[in-house]
């Protein structure tokens, strides 16, 4: 049985940060690819960052510089450490796990960034 449990989220004020984790299970974590999306209400889900197996990094032009992902195989944990937080980064954010058609998603935690 596959999981993606994510944790971290909550509220922060502008300018703030937050390490958000996603801890896998149930897959060979070490060759997926791993991916962290957000929703915002009334948007559609949208790609944030993501890792490849081997290391390479993708960001949305709206994080770039703010936020970094990171993968630890050890642990079958994704990061995504966010920086400089604005209120337009206010979503539910999603771990996703791809590998060739095995295609796997976490429950999503809240990030409300708010005065």
């Known amino acids: 049985q596959v999981q993606l ?3 971290g989220g909550g509220l922060v ?6 390490r958000l984790s996603c801890a896998a299970s149930g897959i060979i974590f070490s060759i997926y690819a791993m991916g962290w999306y957000r929703q915002a209400p009334g948007k559609q889900r949208e790609l944030v960052a993501s890792i490849t197996n081997y290391g390479r990094t ?8 703010r936020f970094t ?9 994704v990061y995504l450490q966010t920086n ?5 980064d206010t979503a539910v ?3 996703n796990a791809v590998h060739h ?6 429950q999503g935690t809240q990030v409300t960034v708010s005065s």
């Open 58 to 65: 993708y960001y949305a032009d709206s994080v770039k510089g």
């Open 84 to 88: 400089s937080l604005k209120p337009e």
């Open 5 to 7: 449990v994510e944790s």
């Open 93 to 95: 954010y999603f771990c």
């Open 13 to 18: 004020q502008p300018g703030g940060s937050l």
């Open 101 to 106: 058609d095995n295609n796997y998603w976490g």
């Open 69 to 77: 992902i990171s993968r630890d195989n050890g642990k079958n944990t």
